[in-house]
């Protein structure tokens, strides 16, 4: 079993930084892909970015792509999400997820990860 607990969240002016934090435990952390999902008010549960188990390769939303980067730090089991240039279109809660063990391509669907953390508040005002 794999908890997650997020933290970083904030308020920040158009055009800030927020860098997301995911504290996992767990003994399978770092044989898992993980990633950041998003959901604004109303909205679904949205994929934002993903990284392979040892950090390898990663993925990311069309929408977040030049201004997120996703890393993972597997010996002290934490991942991040380092966000620049916010606009308020990004305003949501931020969920980091832990994928299905045994999985080998990078997934963006919600069904595909297994434990998620239950979030943390990103507001960006404009």
């Known amino acids: 079993q794999v908890q997650l607990v997020e933290s970083g969240g904030g308020l920040v002016q158009a055009g800030g930084s927020l860098r997301l934090s995911c504290a996992a435990s767990g003994r399978t952390f770092s044989s898992r892909h993980m990633g950041w999902f998003r959901q604004a008010p109303g909205k679904d549960r949205r994929f934002v970015a993903a990284i392979s188990w040892n950090g390898s390769r990663n993925y990311y939303a069309d929408s977040v792509k030049g201004r997120f980067t996703i890393s993972r730090d597997n010996a002290e089991n934490r991942m991040y999400l380092q966000m620049n240039s916010l606009n308020p279109e990004d305003t949501a809660v931020y969920h980091c997820?832990?994928?299905?063990?045994?999985?080998?391509?990078?997934?963006?669907?919600?069904?595909?990860?297994?434990?998620w953390g239950q979030g943390t508040q990103v507001t960006v005002s404009s």
């Open positions: 997820a832990a994928a299905y063990s045994g999985l080998t391509r990078l997934r963006v669907g919600v069904d595909d990860y297994e434990y």
